[in-house]
């Protein structure tokens, strides 16, 4: 047993840290209100060689592990949770299913400008009517002379506009009155395709969310990602890992939002003493770091046993659900904590607090994952 | 070009000193590269980068100095030395680290040598300058500007505030002051390499040096933490009155007058 890490994590957690507190901190509250996208930090994350972070070399990647993954997502949502969870599609959504289902030929084309930064990375899977229930998909992708005709609408979907190219689901065809559906990776630039980016969203104001409108999209046979009809089994295996990334947000904005408390309970004064002299105060903070310090424990170990190889849909579904939660019950505190200025934007809780129930939602609710869980446990 | 840079590794900034048994707590602090060092690493890639040649970051201190000199490498140094006098050297001071670098340094032939301008941890500013005079080599500090070209070196100083321009030739050694560069991140594929660029460890031994070579030429008697601000009083009545009062105190509390 040996929970230190290692000499390059601890390097990158450092060196991500500073570059969050001096590049990613001091726009984030600026950018919650105009809602502009954090083009500058990624470009210079992009230089750092951190977008390709745990992909092969041969690709631009860095050849890192799901560890160091983690520590940077903690890290950028620290900052701003609209970075943190742009990072985290960016590279579990996007970059990964490439990286896992693409032929060597799909990797050289739609991975490499994912890993330099050229392309952010998008994942297509929600739609209007299928959510939780993935499988109630409708987009269709019918074969035709060598091509795709593909016709559908996704919704909620992050970086879409700042990608170049993206995987989707679509059904391909039909067997026993079973949908059967395959994963394809689409040009953005495709005719008949349409990226609308106009949601107004309760937090993550920066990051982008965008509905897709396809009408006769054609894209080349080739660009079947993975097996044809493993669209699904593709998405599961691809979301066990976004989910390590969700985690992680939820620990960095949790993280931010003790911070921020604990720092006002000790200046502010009421009845004569420091807000953190009162039990009641004292109580709170205690509980928030004893959680926050649970919820990296179980991130780190799914990540952990992702590196080892090891089977970690559990450990991810759990890391998820018990991050993301204490994540909102964390950043309600905070503002609590602050009392009436906790619910002045000036004071950065509340949008933590608003940008932390999207990690309830997001890559499976809290109700799909202790579906997950018990499914996991033998229910 | 054969570049050196003296490196330290010192207390986080952040970080609250306390003392305990007259030595400074060390227990769970956080450590870094000395600030100014960090400005002499990227000044020296920079130089690398247009000059060609290596960049050798240096440290005499112990075994825990390799994290902030894997830094130096993920940054972009080429090889680390470690002088690890841990089993040593009890009380080393100034002239114990000046010495061991420039017996490491006296065959080396280094075309420049840069060291941050103080350590922020004990404030000295006085190793590089030792280490020059023992080399008998010109040396600069404060640097804020570095031009080479061929052997000769403009350089612009900060004095003060006020700058100062010094031409120069190598072979020569700078300290780097706050405003000399900016320096980088270390990039991702830096950290993933750190660890395979060469990291050599010496002992005094093997610097043919005895620990009677190195012994420190001072001893620190105390070390003391500032006295604790109090909060302010303010004076009330007749102004003459608090003159006198004012005067009072200055004399028998405060006892300055
Ligand atoms: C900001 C943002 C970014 C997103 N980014 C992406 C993206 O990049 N790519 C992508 O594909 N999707 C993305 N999504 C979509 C997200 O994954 C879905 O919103 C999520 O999976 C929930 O689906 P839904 O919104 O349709 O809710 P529904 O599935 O309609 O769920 C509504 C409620 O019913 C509950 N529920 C549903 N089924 C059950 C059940 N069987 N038992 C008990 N309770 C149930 C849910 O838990 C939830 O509380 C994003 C969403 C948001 C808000
Ligand atoms: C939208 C809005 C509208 C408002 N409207 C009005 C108005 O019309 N008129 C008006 O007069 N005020 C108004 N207020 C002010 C509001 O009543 C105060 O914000 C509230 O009483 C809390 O005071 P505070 O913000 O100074 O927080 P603080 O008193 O500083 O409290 C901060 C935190 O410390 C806790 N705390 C404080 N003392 C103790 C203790 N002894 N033991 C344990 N915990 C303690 C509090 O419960 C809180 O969690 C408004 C506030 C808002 C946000």
Redesign the pocket.
């Known amino acids: 047993m040996n929970f230190d890490l290692t000499s390059e994590q601890e390097m990158i957690r450092k060196m991500i840290r500073e570059f969050a507190d001096a590049e990613v901190a001091p726009g984030a509250y600026e950018r919650d209100k105009t809602k502009e996208f954090p083009i500058e930090p990624f470009r210079k994350l992009a230089e750092m060689g951190i977008m390709g972070l745990p992909f092969p070399e041969e690709y631009g990647g860095g050849g890192a592990d799901t560890v160091s993954f983690a520590i940077v997502v903690e890290e950028l949502s620290r900052a701003c949770g609209s970075t943190g969870?742009t990072y985290s599609?960016h590279i579990s959504?996007g970059g990964a299913p490439i990286n896992l289902f693409g032929t060597e030929e799909q990797k050289r084309e739609f991975l490499t400008p994912i890993c330099t930064g050229e392309s952010f990375g998008?994942?297509?899977?929600?739609e209007p009517n299928?959510?939780?229930?993935?499988g109630g998909t409708q987009t269709t992708a019918v074969e035709k002379d060598g091509q795709f005709v593909i016709n559908g609408s996704?919704?909620?979907?992050?970086?879409a506009s700042y990608a170049k190219h993206l995987a989707l689901t679509a059904i391909t065809d039909q067997k026993d009155g079973k949908k059967e559906i395959s994963a394809i990776i689409v040009p953005t630039d495709a005719k008949g395709f349409k990226i609308i980016d106009n949601y107004e969203?309760m937090g993550?104001n920066a990051?982008n969310?965008t509905e897709l409108v396809l009408e006769d999209v054609y894209v080349p046979t080739e660009n079947l990602l993975g097996k044809k009809g493993e669209g699904f089994k593709q998405f599961l295996i691809t979301l066990d890992g976004g989910r390590i990334g969700i985690g992680a947000m939820a620990v960095g904005i949790a993280q931010a939002a003790y911070e921020k408390a604990l720092q006002y309970a000790q200046e502010r004064k009421q009845f004569g003493r420091s807000l953190s002299q009162f039990q009641a105060i004292q109580f709170k903070l205690a509980d928030m770091a004893l959680k926050i310090e649970l919820a990296r424990t179980m991130v780190y170990k799914a990540a952990w046993l992702k590196d080892q190889g090891r089977k970690f849909s559990k450990e991810a579904s759990m890391c998820k659900l018990y991050a993301s939660e204490i994540c909102m019950e964390v950043t309600s505190q905070a503002v609590q904590i602050h009392g009436g200025y906790g619910y002045m934007k000036d004071y950065h809780v509340e949008r933590f607090m608003r940008d932390a129930k999207?990690l309830e939602?997001?890559?499976?609710?809290?109700?799909?994952q202790r579906?997950v869980i018990s499914r996991e446990i033998g229910c | 070009m054969n570049i050196y840079v003296l490196l330290k590794r010192t207390f986080d900034t952040e970080e609250k000193i306390t003392i305990s048994g007259g030595k400074i707590n060390e227990d769970g602090a956080e450590f870094i590269i000395n600030p100014y060092d960090e400005y002499a690493v990227e000044e020296a890639i920079q130089v690398r980068d247009a000059h060609g040649g290596e960049v050798t970051v240096i440290t005499v201190g112990g075994e825990d100095a390799e994290k902030q000199l894997r830094t130096a490498l993920a940054m972009g140094a080429d090889k680390a030395v470690l002088v690890n006098i841990e089993d040593d050297v009890e009380n080393g001071d100034q002239f114990t680290t000046s010495k061991i670098i420039s017996e490491y340094l006296k065959d080396k032939n280094a075309d420049l040598i840069i060291g941050g301008n103080v350590a922020i941890d004990g404030g000295s500013g006085q190793v590089a300058p030792r280490v020059a005079e023992l080399l008998n080599i010109p040396y600069v500090t404060t640097i804020t500007k570095l031009e080479i070209d061929g052997t000769n070196v403009k350089i612009v100083r900060d004095v003060e505030g006020d700058s100062e321009v010094i031409e120069t030739t190598l072979p020569l050694l700078v300290t780097a002051q706050q405003g000399l560069n900016e320096p980088r991140y270390p990039s991702l594929p830096g950290i993933m390499k750190a660890k395979k660029k060469p990291l050599d460890e010496l002992e005094l031994d093997d610097l043919d040096l005895e620990e009677d070579d190195v012994a420190a030429k001072t001893k620190t008697i105390e070390i003391f933490l500032p006295a604790q601000k109090e909060a302010g009083r303010i004076l009330n009545g007749d102004l003459s009155d608090q003159v006198k009062e004012l005067v009072q105190l200055l004399h028998t509390e405060a006892k300055v007058v």
């Open positions: 969870i599609a959504l998008a994942f297509g899977l929600t299928a959510g939780s229930d993935a996704k919704c909620f979907i992050t970086n969203k993550l990051s969310t999207l939602i997001g890559e499976g609710t809290s109700e799909v579906m």
